[in-house]
């Protein structure tokens, strides 16, 4: 198995843009997740998914950020507009059903807003 | 909602010492743990887990860790420690069953660097 891929793996953009990024997870895994890395705040949930709905988007600040998952193999996760304390790592994950399964995370993407 | 805490954010040694890093977690239920590692510039890989049984877990390159009920803490550990390990050390602990059960919850890291 591939594992979990995204892209683009570094973006760089300009303040009020429209960033998406992309998941594929593990073919099967029912759960994917939507994490920002920082300095400051470590790992953070922004969303996460079980069978394409979401369960969770506490983490995510909704006046700019959306989160998709179309069908089971695909997920976008879409700033507009895009500013410069967005800039950061973003990893999806995903996992098979139980809880007591540990998450496989992608390569992230580094996002910077100039 | 739970919590993690790694006591230290930077931890740096010389090779052939020893490692341990704390881990504590404010939750009052049944939980799973894991510590993952990451590599500069790389993503999150799981070192090791704890489910339930044997408090003490043997992960990938030699690493161990102990979970211990009473003092909430997930302590990870290695006898040994090399160049290589120099990376960042996650702990993570996720309830066992009940709402959120699939989140888990991370702490801040340690970032550990060996010192050839």
């Known amino acids: 198995d591939a594992g979990v891929i995204q892209s683009p793996r570094h973006e760089v953009t300009e303040m009020g843009q429209e960033v998406t990024l992309r998941c594929k997870p593990i073919s099967g895994h029912d759960y994917l997740f939507w994490y920002r890395q920082t300095m400051m705040q470590g790992l953070e949930l922004l969303v996460y998914?079980?069978?394409?709905?979401?369960?969770?988007d506490s983490g995510m600040p909704k006046d700019r950020f959306s989160a998709k998952m179309p069908n089971a193999s695909f997920s976008t996760l879409k700033i507009q507009p895009s500013e410069p304390r967005d800039s950061a790592v973003y990893f999806c994950?995903?996992?098979?059903?139980?809880?007591?399964?540990?998450?496989?995370f992608g390569p992230g993407t580094r996002l910077t807003v100039t | 909602a739970q919590s993690v805490s790694q006591h230290n954010h930077h931890v740096i040694l010389s090779e052939a010492a020893s490692l341990e890093l704390g881990c504590n977690y404010s939750?009052?239920?049944?939980?799973?743990l894991f510590w993952y590692v990451q590599y500069p510039g790389q993503h999150l890989q799981l070192l090791l887990k704890y489910f339930s049984g044997d408090p003490l877990v043997k992960g990938i390159k030699g690493f161990e860790a102990e979970f211990i009920k009473s003092k909430f803490s997930f302590n990870l550990r290695k006898p040994s420690v090399q160049w290589s390990d120099t990376a960042e050390y996650f702990c993570?602990?996720?309830?066992?069953?009940?709402?959120?059960?699939?989140?888990?919850?991370f702490g801040k890291g340690t970032k550990l660097s060996v010192i050839p």
């Open positions: 993570a602990v996720n309830r066992s069953s009940g709402a959120g059960s699939y989140q888990l919850t």
């Open positions: 998914f079980n069978n394409k709905a979401v369960m969770d």
């Open positions: 939750y009052g239920g049944t939980v799973n």
């Open positions: 994950a995903s996992r098979p059903g139980p809880a007591a399964a540990e998450q496989y």
